[in-house]
């Protein structure tokens, strides 16, 4: 017994310390030099941005790293490090002038020879592998003079400067993996893995600097706990919420800001199963599925419809009238499911990662919807790294409910995949004319004609029903109401340095 | 002679264990679906940067020689690199470590220091209000998960009473006493389930070692009813609960990772289970392997104990 009462002892010690402890409280920074920020993923695929993959990952880093050129929130690119760049003749060469002054988180000045290290390692001019697969056309990389750097190109690429936009980092890092070391309003301080990332405004940035100080990204892996979280204070600011969660936040300490996650959200379909082979049968599928029913029923009415492989963001490629090409009509459908000779309807399976709440609930809607003109659809939910091996990249599936990103900020990224022998084409669409125009576009560099190339483009996967296109989802951000300035980017980018303090 | 035959047999069948287990994890990451170079590569993957990345992991290489390769590695205490962090396992882990002990450590003592008296008081009062009422409260309370009392306890004692911040986990190294007391709730909550089982079992223990001789035998001599409880019948009734204890350590660690999802508590099971999702073998096997020793550990324990407990079972 003696010990037994040994134990209680201790463990009422321990909570008496505990509760002392929590009483005591800590002495905090001020209010307006901290900002907490809750992300649902983890930078676990490394922090070399020329490597990470992740969209999580990329639109932290967007506050780290800075490239010659940086997009702003209207997808215009401006000049960053580089000052200014001019242009040959003939748009094969590009001369950047570098800005003065410009410093990186150690302290130490941006020079020419970083940039043509950063560049080189981009495109493997310097005998590695190309990290970005896209400068590969790049002939040359010279160093004019301390502050200007020429890069020479073997062939003509309207979207070059769209590449520009890749980190520049200093020649004299050894590790980027681990040592982060950018030019951009925030410097990176720790990472904890799994539970948190902390970041450090800049003195020395060379635009406008960060208004607050410190900023903590809290990671929360558990999607139920995101609510809680901003209502129970220990976060201030969540990205991507959904309409449910936004829901459940009325009348809280909140802003909500609504924005669109600038994706083609389909159900894409495979058009080397079967049944989907027949491009009557893929008309079907669209004539059957109505985007506007999916959109009340997975965002509360909001998102915005789509008819192609374009989202509105894109106002130059985005044709609202593709989005008429096949409204809903069950006889249509079921006309085309006849003539195809699959009258009696068929039977196929969704495979949905299973982590994309929309996504899944998008699928249930779609499964209904199919009922109605015979067509058996069966979801099957999987892991996210299953659908990468198996349905990305193996192509081994009937259909899938997917958003598909621009990156980087070109319709190139969104409509190459499309081309027959493309390696990333995982719905294994096939049509010699839409080939014939994308390579058009793809070599045209008079601006109007390749935006009307890449419209044609969009025409035919519309037409040829590459897949059944859905919407462009919505995407909700909590801010708490202690803080403002956030901004919406056409890219995968969390801008840190515009958020600012107002006040309790 | 026999005891160090013993020790050797004991250690023989620990080390298997944990190599069955190791084997089981790598066949396991064959089996399943996924890739980590692809995992870490993403929808950007080209087959080209793929294999390189694959080459680089050393991925490329057969099953067989990996896992040896691996094991070889392990016992000379080198646990590999996280193939998504590019830390070292063990420098991933070990700051994991004292969360999840904490959590456990806690709810085992909970559910010691509260289950003992409970079944006393119960048996005391055996067939009467207080004990009728109880053993309905307990069956309750057994039936409730711990991650839906985790639940409970954020909204009541977190969102309602305030008694802590919902997901303001500290981390032990920055803040002890903050720390101790945010694990206080979610290790009630891993506890109580397992709490009610012990008041359970040790209520019927007790109950059935009243009955014997010896205990009649104890009274004639003139000891206090309380005498009797705890310094004959108790140490016997105990006999069953030290083994039922110790199975249950492991499975408050199992308890405590589900535990740390709903309280947001960055331990050993929640790098388990993003480590899974990521395919990062390397660190998935060595927090298995972790949490295989402590089992086979406990076990070991849980004989020694009752053997000191019962000198009936040296032989």
């Known amino acids: 017994m003696k010990k037994g009462r040994v134990l209680l002892a201790a463990l009422f010690v321990t909570m008496a310390a505990a509760l002392g402890g929590c009483a005591g409280g800590k002495t905090a920074e001020t209010p307006e030099d901290h900002i907490t920020i809750g992300i649902p993923q983890d930078l676990d695929d490394g922090l070399d941005p020329h490597k990470v993959s992740a969209a999580g990952t990329k639109e932290i880093l967007f506050n780290v790293y800075e490239g010659l050129l940086k997009y702003d929130e209207n997808g215009a690119l401006n000049p960053a490090i580089a000052e200014s760049y001019d242009v040959d003749e003939d748009r094969m060469g590009y001369t950047f002038h570098l800005r003065s002054g410009v410093k990186f988180h150690d302290g130490s000045s941006v020079t020419a020879d970083d940039v043509v290290y950063s560049l080189k390692r981009l495109s493997g001019a310097d005998g590695s592998d190309p990290l970005e697969e896209a400068l590969i056309n790049i002939a040359d990389i010279q160093k004019k003079d301390e502050n200007t750097v020429y890069v020479k190109l073997l062939k003509e690429d309207p979207d070059f400067l769209c590449y520009m936009t890749d980190a520049i980092m200093p020649a004299s890092n050894a590790d980027p993996e681990t040592n982060v070391i950018g030019t951009g309003p925030y410097k990176f301080v720790s990472h904890t893995p799994q539970e948190s990332v902390e970041l450090e405004a800049f003195d020395e940035y060379w635009g406008e600097k960060a208004h607050i100080k410190n900023v903590t990204l809290k990671i929360i892996s558990n999607a139920d706990s995101i609510v809680m979280e901003l209502k129970g204070g220990t976060i201030d600011m969540f990205c991507r919420l959904s309409d449910t969660q936004v829901a459940e936040l009325e009348g809280s300490d909140f802003n909500i800001e609504e924005g669109a996650m600038n994706l083609v959200q389909a159900l894409y379909l495979n058009n080397d199963f079967g049944p989907f082979e027949d491009e009557r049968v893929r008309q079907a599928i669209c004539y059957a599925i109505d985007p506007e029913e999916i959109m009340a029923y997975v965002s509360g009415g909001k998102g915005s419809e789509i008819g192609s492989a374009m989202f509105p963001a894109f106002g130059k490629y985005y044709d609202p009238a593709l989005n008429d090409t096949y409204n809903k009509d069950t006889e249509k459908a079921k006309a085309l499911l006849n003539e195809a000779g699959y009258g009696d309807g068929f039977s196929f399976s969704i495979t949905v990662p299973s982590n994309y709440t929309p996504h899944v609930a998008t699928a249930e809607v779609i499964v209904e919807e199919l009922k109605e003109i015979g067509v058996t659809a069966e979801i099957k939910l999987v892991e996210w790294d299953t659908w990468l091996s198996e349905t990305y990249m193996g192509r081994n599936y009937e259909a899938t409910v997917i958003g598909v990103d621009a990156s980087p900020l070109t319709a190139r990224a969104l409509l190459d995949r499309y081309a027959s022998d493309a390696n990333n084409n995982f719905v294994n669409f096939k049509d010699p004319d839409y080939d014939t125009a994308l390579a058009a576009a793809l070599s045209e560099t008079d601006d109007a004609v390749q935006t009307e190339y890449y419209k044609e483009c969009l025409r035919l996967l519309s037409e040829h029903a590459a897949s059944a296109y859905i919407q462009d989802l919505p995407s909700f951000v909590a801010l708490n109401k202690k803080f403002s300035g956030y901004k919406f980017y056409p890219l995968y980018a969390q801008d840190f340095a515009s958020l600012y303090y107002t006040g309790e | ?315």
């Open chain 2, 1 to 315: 002679m026999s005891l160090l035959k013993a020790v050797i047999k004991k250690l023989g069948i620990i080390l298997l264990t944990l190599l069955l287990v190791s084997f089981a994890v790598y066949a396991a990451f064959e089996l399943i679906p996924g890739d980590p170079a692809l995992s870490k590569l993403g929808t950007d993957a080209t087959p080209e940067a793929l294999a390189a990345l694959r080459h680089e992991m050393g991925l490329d290489k057969p099953f067989i020689f990996r896992y040896f390769s691996w094991l070889l590695s392990c016992l000379k205490g080198d646990f590999g690199i996280s193939l998504s962090y590019g830390r070292t396992v063990s420098s991933m882990i070990i700051s994991r470590i004292p969360v999840t002990v904490f959590l456990t450590l806690f709810s085992t003592l909970i559910t010691v220091v509260v289950s003992i008296p409970v079944a006393v008081l119960m048996t005391k009062y055996a067939g009467r209000f207080f004990d009728r009422f109880t053993y309905v409260v307990n069956q309750l309370v057994m039936s409730v998960p711990s991650f839906f009392a985790g639940i409970l306890f954020t909204w009541f004692f977190g969102m309602i009473l305030k008694l802590f911040k919902p997901g303001g986990y500290v981390s032990y190294d920055k803040d002890l006493p903050g720390f101790l007391f945010y694990i206080l709730f979610p290790s009630i909550a891993v506890a109580l389930p397992k709490c009610a089982m012990s008041v359970k079992l040790l209520r019927s223990s007790i109950l059935e070692e009243a009955d014997k001789d010896y205990v009649r035998t104890a009274y004639s001599r003139g000891n206090s009813t309380m005498q009797v409880m705890y310094r004959h019948v108790l140490k016997n009734a105990l006999i069953p609960l030290v083994t039922f204890w110790s199975m249950s350590v492991a499975d408050m660690i199992a308890g405590a990772i589900v535990i740390e999802q709903v309280f947001n508590i960055p331990g050993l099971g929640r790098i388990l289970l993003s480590s899974i999702q990521n395919r990062d073998y390397p660190v998935v096997e060595a927090v298995i392997m972790l949490i295989a020793l402590v089992v086979v550990v406990m076990n070991l324990l849980s004989d020694i104990l009752c053997k000191k407990i019962d000198p009936r079972l040296k032989s």
